[in-house]
């Protein structure tokens, strides 16, 4: 087979392991970030940041904690504060190792879609197939079977469990197959809601061992952490005392020590323990998986897999009188993806987060893929807010004059420009239009003719002189608009091509704001 001279990519056809080749778009530009001076800008910020968080640690009780920002893929910025134990008065740094949770779960699903992309399970298998004692198990008997995919979203109809669950952390396989054994009492039916489930998340470990031939950690470890160079561990006894944060309780005006459980199968929905040093190498991978482009794959996982993960997958609820730490109103759409949550608010802004929260350990991270953004926060009191503060600061960087960090833009595609061009020319009396072979079979179905030279006639007879024509204005790579300048005001014009080659326009619009008077 002769290769295309085109960018292509070697993937697996699942049902037949047989290679197939995609072939990259001809002149895809991605979306880039205009400002040359982000991390100059940002670090304006970071005195304001550090207050923020120290301010926060005291007024929770936080005996411990590390934060982090990480900024187009690299750690710009640490501070820490407090002890990792207490009794030694141990200080906590950016490479004090912290039990992390719930943040856990995005590492196990990873290594699951990993699994999948490597041929050796479907997400739309059913639990049963790796766990037998889950067959016929569910809350009815026209309940769905229990697919992989319902325990990456939390839909498996499982109760929500993270009191009775964070107790299990060193509980073995074969204990979570007798219980299992025992049957399960669920919620709601399969697939129909989300519900929170360490339970499930738990059988996803079971999964990848009984899939990989591997206990669950180490083919975590093996084929996430490793090929990452990160410093992490599932078994606290495995590390130096002096970087180990112990973990605590606040009760009665001080701190209680809570015991560390030991890793058994349900570490694979909490057990994770590392550094934000380390983890902000994690999320570099995961900020690196944006924007879509044709560079070379470097990952332990594709970019393509990991904004599946990040993908909305099961709608949580809206809040729509959502208010951020500052007090400003904006509702807020969540969702869950796999092994992380979604959320979109008021303004568009979508972040990618996980908490995590087990006795004597809070923790949070959260990502803004479109500002190529993230902040960590580790602390070890018993289900540390991290969450609030990494909002706060998040909203804080977004908003402050000084920083002004703005989403990457997407370049006009070479089809767009060109069609822009050829468009305007064309217009106000549409000559020769029907025989331009600019206009895709459908158009002048849906606009007729006769209309369409009224419509523009009218408008650019109100506009007045022309004074140039503004940039094209892409929403994708083949819909956006633009504007006409003109002495009275300003047209706009847009228009959505087709899938075809060459493209064509199928739908147009066009409209008139005329100069406000002073």
Aim: some cysteine; overall charge neutral.
């Amino acid at each position: 087979m002769q290769k295309s001279k085109l960018c292509t990519i070697v993937m697996v056809a699942a049902f037949g392991l047989l290679p197939f080749f995609i072939s990259a778009q001809v002149g895809y530009l991605p979306p880039y970030f205009k400002d040359s001076n982000r991390l100059e800008k940002l670090s304006t910020a970071f005195p304001v940041v550090e207050k923020m968080v120290q301010k926060y640690a005291a007024d929770n009780h936080f005996p411990g904690y590390s934060f982090g920002i990480v900024l187009d893929g690299k750690l710009v910025f640490t501070t820490s504060g407090g002890y990792t134990n207490v009794g030694t008065k141990t200080p906590a740094t950016s490479g004090s190792m912290f039990r992390i949770a719930s943040m856990s779960k995005s590492f196990t699903a990873m290594a699951i879609v990993k699994l999948r992309d490597e041929g050796k399970l479907n997400l739309d298998d059913k639990v049963s197939k790796y766990i037998p004692e889950m067959k016929n198990q569910g809350l009815t008997t026209d309940a769905a079977p229990i697919t992989i995919k319902d325990l990456l979203t939390h839909s498996a109809g499982f109760p929500e469990d993270n009191p009775w669950g964070d107790r299990q952390l060193e509980k073995s396989a074969q204990e979570l197959l007798a219980l299992i054994k025992k049957g399960i009492h669920f919620s709601t039916a399969t697939g129909l809601s989300y519900e929170y489930s360490n339970l499930g998340f738990t059988m996803l470990g079971y999964i990848i061992e009984k899939v990989s031939g591997k206990n669950y950690g180490a083919y975590i470890s093996e084929n996430i952490w490793k090929p990452l160079q990160m410093e992490a561990s599932w078994e606290f006894s495995s590390i130096d005392d002096t970087k180990l944060a112990h973990g605590y309780r606040w009760i009665n005006n001080s701190w209680e020590e809570e015991a560390l459980l030991h890793d058994g199968i349900y570490g694979a929905m909490g057990g994770m323990i590392t550094s934000v040093a380390s983890f902000s190498k994690y999320v570099s991978l995961h900020l690196d998986a944006w924007p879509p482009r044709n560079n070379i794959e470097t990952g332990p996982v594709k970019r393509s897999t990991i904004r599946e993960m990040h993908q909305p997958s099961r709608f949580i609820g809206l809040n729509a009188n959502y208010k951020y730490p500052s007090g400003r109103a904006c509702a807020t759409t969540a969702a869950y993806g796999y092994g992380l949550s979604w959320l979109k608010d008021c303004t568009g802004r979508t972040s990618i987060a996980h908490s995590g929260g087990l006795p004597g350990f809070g923790s949070n991270w959260r990502i803004l893929p479109e500002y190529g953004l993230g902040v960590i926060l580790l602390a070890n009191v018993t289900y540390a807010p991290t969450a609030v503060l990494n909002t706060m600061v998040i909203d804080t960087l977004l908003r402050m004059g000084t920083v002004d960090l703005q989403p990457r833009i997407l370049p006009a595609s070479a089809a767009l420009k060109n069609t822009q061009a050829k468009l305007t020319a064309l217009l106000p009396q549409w000559k020769n239009a029907a025989t331009s072979n600019l206009f895709a079979e459908n158009f002048f179905k849906d606009y007729k003719m006769d209309a369409l030279i009224k419509e523009a006639t009218s408008i650019f007879n109100a506009a007045g002189e022309l004074h140039g024509t503004g940039d094209m204005i892409p929403e994708n790579e083949l819909r956006g608009y633009y504007y006409l300048h003109a002495k009275n005001g300003t047209i706009k014009i847009s228009f959505t091509l087709t899938p075809t080659n060459p493209t064509q326009i199928q739908e147009y619009h066009i409209s008139f704001q005329k100069n406000i008077e002073e």
